[in-house]
């Protein structure tokens, strides 16, 4: 059974760093890209961007390139979201999710992680 | 960019009726190869979004067949048959022809 499995809620002050994660099982981790889509309260789905575990291609929606790093770590089947300098708009739940990609392309998203929310206030 | 614009934003419903979502593209999503790169999504309160269809009108594993999906080129609907209480929720549709690919801004569906 797929499973993306992400860590818990957060708070940060504005201006703190954060990272959260997602570790995926159920499947051959390095051979499916892994995501990051954004909803921030009350409002809709959002795609931010992807990687490849197997060989650490990423890439970024243009709306968060250089606002967010996307990483993951093959050897323990987890994805990660990081920011260096949190603001109060980055206030949102975070989904990982597997999708579909082939050709040059992502067709659909098949599986999503209970998401992560992130509250940045001070 | 490609645009997606779902109707209607809010879809009350009584138990049994059916129930018809709307999504059209600012392009179209058909690919060389004869696929529609649409797919729709349900959020239940408080959960995840599920994958319900993809490439416009194939059912995900374990989706009831009560759901269906049609179109092509710019325009899609998605068709619930005889809606149940356990299909409300927000419905979204999401293009991935185009990075970045984007979705449409949702379908509250309510029970009547």
């Known amino acids: 059974e797929v499973q993306l499995v992400q860590s818990g809620a957060e708070v940060r002050n504005p201006g703190e760093s954060l990272k959260i994660s997602c570790k995926g099982s159920?499947?051959?981790?390095?051979?499916?890209?892994i995501g990051w889509v954004r909803q921030m309260p009350g409002k809709g789905l959002e795609w931010m961007g992807i990687?490849?575990?197997?060989?650490?291609?990423?890439r970024y929606s243009p709306s968060f390139q250089g606002q967010v790093t996307i990483s993951a770590d093959k050897s323990i089947n987890t994805a990660y979201l990081q920011w260096i300098s949190l603001k109060a708009s980055d206030t949102a739940m975070y989904y990982c999710a597997r999708p579909r990609c082939s050709a040059g392309s992502c067709q659909y998203i098949d599986f999503w992680g209970q998401g992560t929310l992130v509250t940045v206030s001070s | 960019d490609i645009v997606m614009t779902q109707s209607p934003l809010s879809l009350p419903v009584s138990p049994g009726e059916p129930a018809s979502i709307y999504c059209r593209s600012s392009q179209s999503l058909l690919h060389s190869n004869g696929y529609n790169y649409l797919s729709w999504y349900l959020q239940k309160p408080g959960k995840s979004p599920q994958l319900l269809i993809y490439f416009n009108s194939n059912r995900a594993s374990g989706v009831t067949d009560r759901f269906s999906g049609s179109g092509s080129g710019t325009d899609f609907t998605l068709k619930i048959s005889r809606v149940e209480a356990e299909d409300v929720g927000v419905y979204y549709c999401?293009?991935?022809?185009?990075?970045?690919?984007?979705f449409g801004q949702g379908t509250k569906l309510e029970i009547k």
């Open positions: 990687i490849y575990p197997g060989d650490s291609d990423t």
């Open positions: 159920g499947y051959s981790f390095t051979t499916y890209w």
């Open positions: 999401m293009q991935g022809l185009q990075s970045p690919y984007t």
